[in-house]
């Protein structure tokens, strides 16, 4: 009932900067705490970014500084500002939300991901 879609991956080179989106859809009343997350291959799954429905965010170590994320409510939609990009944030940036759907019933989705590649 609820859709994640990201877009804004693409080939940058090494200090480029890229912004993905998010844009949820479906039976939507709110949507709570909202991130990015990355899998690089052969490696785990891990936290990019998170950002709360009041705006608390939290960074992963390795982006702290470079990254920085943000939501439209009126859109359903999370941003994800990378820059001074470098070859070792090359992955498949995935979006995760934590959403109320009608009914008051809470649930967390993933989107299908969008690959970000920067060449040396």
């Known amino acids: 009932q609820v859709q994640l879609e990201e877009s804004g991956g693409g080939l940058v080179q090494a200090g480029g900067s890229l912004r993905l989106s998010c844009a949820a859809s479906?039976?939507?009343?709110?949507?709570?705490?909202m991130g990015w997350y990355r899998q690089a291959p052969g490696k785990q799954r891990d936290l990019v970014a998170t950002?709360?429905?009041?705006?608390?965010?939290n960074y992963g170590d390795a982006v702290n500084g470079r990254f920085s994320i943000s939501r439209d409510d009126a859109k359903n939609t999370v941003y994800l500002q990378m820059n001074s990009l470098k070859p070792e944030d090359t992955a498949v940036y995935y979006c995760?939300?934590?959403?109320?759907?009608?009914?008051?019933?809470?649930?967390?989705?993933w989107g299908r991901g969008t690959q970000v590649t920067v060449s040396s």
């Open positions: 950002i709360s429905k009041g705006g608390i965010t």
């Open positions: 995760n939300a934590d959403v109320l759907r009608v009914g008051f019933t809470r649930s967390n989705y």
């Open positions: 479906g039976r939507i009343i709110s949507i709570r705490d």
